[in-house]
């Protein structure tokens, strides 16, 4: 308790410097902090904390960052090769015989604790928000009431809104070990409305030990609606999980839908494809990075049609050389894409090396959004979803509303009669191919946003995107995307109480069973009759 007492008199001293005129660091001030025993260290940091000088904050500070040394005259502040007189703040020569400040347990908290005053009480909102923080973690490990005047007369001040909240449960926190039952009570319901999983602990820990009825039942009130929140924030953080995955596996599978849904064609180095682009991200990551740094997190909007350009120019290699010959030969045409996915792995471990490459988000990707006090929802995972559903309206367009669209479905409906009207199918089946590829070019790259990048990247989701373009319906978009989702919510609901094995082969059964009972998938469609 007294520790705490402490550090709350020196946040009191550093708010009481506001209102007071400033009081310059003297030697012996420094001498104070730096040398003596643990009480007289303990005030003379009290009375700095409090002086409003910027030189006293930057030798608490450089006495936190143990970088403060002394002579029984003199106290210096060591930063790297240099040493500053910490009284002037000038250069100064560090005699052989300075010696450390030394720092116990004790001191290390009262200094934590005056440095989260003066930063919550002069900095920006940013610091503010580090400051109340700390504040709020000393009330929770070590609530006590003496620190309600200061948590008090901190939150008259005009203050940002997350470091509001955080002092706002310092003091519910330092209330609940009141003698008085009314603040107490208050405390409870309090912590009961934040709904914050972080009070989840102290709740439970005060609820042992109060003797109040009426307390405890607020105590066992606001304890139920905080796992009412918890189990909610687990449910929907499953849920976007899921839906996080299934927007995976829609890329993934689009370019299938195309490729196989469409023209017919297993595509076995479906997934190579993948890879391709996901090694085009790289690539122009490094270009940025070398010689464009100021732009850098700009290089997204380079890197998506590099990787659409890339995939798409070998699928339409691979079209014009190996699968034109063997349309209407579904067992030919499995081996010789197998066979070309495994010549893509070995062309790029010799081009790039076997070892994994790291792919970095933009600034703008990094980080994420908070909901429900333990929900978390990252922005990468969030812009693949957006970049999903642009990818599908974007296919789902040019399938219905262009040119080749046109051409596409009618040499897929009837090729003879297709040909009859002058459309020339075989170059329309080298663009729908290479268009099928570009968009697999387009999910590497979506992918290389979330792990790394490697030569066996896309083996991981060429079975499934296999099971999502059949378990939807061959060439049906909607089923697609139907099944993408379905299936990525099933997996992770599953994989929440069985485990990640037990839930691939959970959905494996599903997808068997589903398919057994319906051939045609969600959707029913033509399929393409391949004429020789």
């Not at 449910?235 to 976007?240: K, P, S, Y």
């Amino acid at each position: 308790m007294r520790g705490v007492f402490v550090r709350c008199c020196v946040l009191l001293a550093a708010w009481c410097a506001l209102a007071g005129p400033a009081h310059a660091l003297t030697a012996a001030d420094a001498l104070a902090v730096a040398r003596g025993d643990t009480d007289d260290r303990i005030a003379a940091i009290t009375r700095l904390a409090g002086s409003g000088d910027e030189r006293a904050a930057a030798l608490l500070r450089a006495l936190a960052a143990e970088s403060l040394k002394s002579t029984e005259t003199q106290v210096f502040i060591v930063e790297g090769e240099t040493a500053l007189d910490a009284t002037s703040g000038q250069p100064a020569t560090l005699p052989d015989m300075a010696e450390d400040a030394m720092l116990n347990n004790r001191l290390r908290g009262v200094l934590d604790t005056a440095l989260a005053g003066i930063e919550l009480f002069s900095a920006g909102p940013d610091r503010q928000r580090e400051a109340a923080r700390s504040l709020q973690r000393n009330a929770f490990n070590d609530p006590d009431p003496e620190g309600l005047p200061l948590i008090e007369k901190a939150l008259a001040i005009e203050l940002d809104p997350q470091a509001r909240q955080s002092l706002e449960l310092a003091q519910a926190a330092m209330q609940l070990a009141s003698e008085d039952e009314a603040q107490r009570l208050a405390a409870a319901l309090k912590l009961g409305e934040a709904r914050q999983p972080i009070v989840r602990p102290l709740i439970e820990e005060r609820l042992k030990n109060e003797a109040s009825a009426q307390v405890k039942a607020a105590l066992a009130t606001s304890l139920a609606a905080i796992d009412r929140r918890v189990a909610l924030a687990s449910g929907l953080g499953q849920a976007f999980t899921g839906i996080s995955l299934g927007s995976i596996l829609l890329l993934a599978a689009l370019g299938l839908a195309i490729t196989y849904g469409l023209m017919g064609v297993i595509n076995m180095a479906h997934g190579e494809l993948i890879m391709i682009g996901a090694y085009a991200t790289w690539l122009v990551q490094g270009v940025f990075r070398q010689y464009l740094p100021d732009w850098f997190d700009f290089y997204l909007l380079f890197a998506l049609p590099a990787a659409f350009a890339a995939s798409a120019l070998v699928g339409a290699v691979m079209e014009r050389t190996v699968i034109r010959f063997l349309y209407g030969r579904p067992l030919e045409t499995l081996l010789a894409t197998w066979g070309i996915s495994l010549v893509l792995m070995q062309m790029v471990r010799s081009l790039f090396g076997a070892q994994n490459v790291a792919v970095e988000n933009p600034s703008w990707m990094s980080g994420g959004v908070t909901l429900l006090g333990s929900l978390n929802l990252p922005w990468n995972r969030l812009v693949i979803l957006a970049f999903a559903a642009a990818v599908l309206i974007g296919v789902s367009l040019l399938i219905a509303r262009t040119r080749l669209g046109l051409f596409v479905r009618g040499v897929t409906q009837n090729r003879p009669i297709a040909a009859c009207m002058g459309v020339n199918t075989a170059r329309i089946d080298t663009w729908a191919f290479a268009l099928g590829s570009g968009i697999a070019g387009l999910a590497g790259c979506a992918l290389s946003q979330i792990g790394n990048v490697g030569p066996d990247l896309g083996q991981a989701y060429i079975v499934d995107s296999f099971m999502v373009v059949v378990l939807g319906g061959v060439g049906q978009l909607m089923g697609t995307v139907y099944a993408a989702l379905g299936l990525g919510l099933l997996n992770k609901f599953i994989e929440g109480w069985a485990g990640a094995v037990l839930a691939k082969i959970a959905v494996l059964v599903f997808i068997i069973v589903f398919i057994q009972k319906r051939p045609q998938g969600i959707f029913a469609l033509k399929g393409r009759s391949v004429e020789a």
